[in-house]
């Protein structure tokens, strides 16, 4: 797999980091590339990836605020944009 312009978070494994690949397969309508590294997975998408805070709590079955997800992410490819209800990883290159 080789994307053009990946982004994406980059999340501790556990708990959290299964409810991001699933919200983030559905939320997205492209391809989600999930690379596990043990202690880490890095979830990749072309362009653009959103991560919406309701999904998050359908997967983790609890509300969830989003500030949550900023301490098990220690690192994220791409821009970001976030708000209380989304975060967005997102390309500015062609």
Known sequence: MTL??????VVQSGEMANAV???AR????SEVFVRDRGSYVRIELDR???????S?????GRPFQMREL???????QGRIETTSDYFRFYATAN
């Open 4 to 9: 053009k312009n990946p982004v994406g978070p």
């Open 21 to 23: 690949i699933d919200a």
């Open 26 to 29: 559905t939320d997205n309508t």
């Open 48 to 54: 653009e990836c959103l991560i919406l805070r309701e």
């Open 56 to 60: 998050m709590e359908r997967e983790l």
């Open 70 to 76: 900023e301490v098990s992410m220690p690192s994220f």
